[in-house]
């Protein structure tokens, strides 16, 4: 069975300091990765997505960063940390088998506040 | 662009008693749709998904939803609301082809009384 890891849990960060959140899928190899954001009592906003190792996309910018390390881990980054960037951070994966199977998985989240 | 609108921010039903929550579709063709539950501080849990075949579909927990393409809708339905169903529930959608791209509603929270 597939596994999504999501760390940290949470986080208080400062204005302007730098950020990393990770995301892990085991069980499953070469899946396509996903990352949303979620502000706080609103909808949930895509931010990237990676097909493969080293390949991310970038859907919605808010001065974040992704990257696609290794098959199973997608990393979201930033140098300097907004207020604006608080809020839910969730990593997804795709069955990608198409039809009928094809479904986004989300993992626990990490709950981000920037003060 | 695909678009989805849940018009109901917030739903009250008291326990036992029937559900269903609104979502209204935009896309040109049919897509594949989704109802997502998000219970208190946690990630998002798949309910059911909608693949072009029967309209009505059956999800987890005695949940079901139904598509009309004529009306652009995929409202969610459950006979008979428990306490433990009280979680905000979006509805997404998501095109055939190029599935990277999948839209969500605001979401509604459903509030169960007792």
């Known amino acids: 069975a597939q596994t999504i890891h999501q760390w940290p849990v949470a986080e208080i960060k400062a204005v302007g300091s730098p950020l990393s959140l990770g995301c892990t899928i085991k069980?499953?190899?070469?899946?396509?990765l996903y990352w949303y954001w979620q502000a706080t009592g609103g909808t949930l906003q895509q931010l990237f997505y990676?097909?493969?190792?080293?390949?991310v996309e970038s859907v919605v910018q808010l001065n974040l960063s992704a990257s696609r390390p290794k098959d199973d881990q997608f990393i979201l980054s930033t140098e300097k940390l907004l207020l604006s960037h608080s809020g839910f951070y969730l990593c997804?994966?795709?069955?990608?088998?198409?039809?009928?199977?094809?479904?986004?998985?989300f993992g626990p989240g990490t709950r981000l506040l920037v003060l | 662009a695909q678009s989805v609108t849940q018009p109901d921010a917030r739903v009250t039903v008291s326990e036992g008693a029937s559900l269903q929550l609104r979502c209204k579709y935009s896309?040109?063709?049919?897509?594949?749709l989704f109802w997502y539950v998000q219970y208190p501080r946690q990630g998002l849990q798949l309910l059911l998904k909608?693949?072009?075949?029967?309209?009505v579909v059956q999800g987890v927990n005695g949940f079901e939803a139904e598509f009309s393409k004529s009306n652009s809708s995929f409202h969610l339905r459950k006979a008979s609301v428990h306490w433990s169903d009280w979680a905000v529930y979006f509805c997404?959608?998501?095109?055939?082809?190029?599935?990277?791209?999948?839209?969500f509603g605001k979401g509604t929270v459903l509030l169960v009384s007792p």
């Open positions: 069980g499953k190899s070469s899946p396509n």
């Open positions: 909608y693949y072009p075949g029967d309209p």
């Open positions: 997404a959608v998501s095109p055939h082809s190029g599935y990277n791209k999948l839209t």
């Open positions: 990676s097909i493969t190792v080293g390949q």
């Open positions: 896309y040109f063709g049919t897509p594949y």
């Open positions: 997804a994966w795709r069955t990608g088998t198409g039809g009928r199977q094809d479904t986004q998985y």
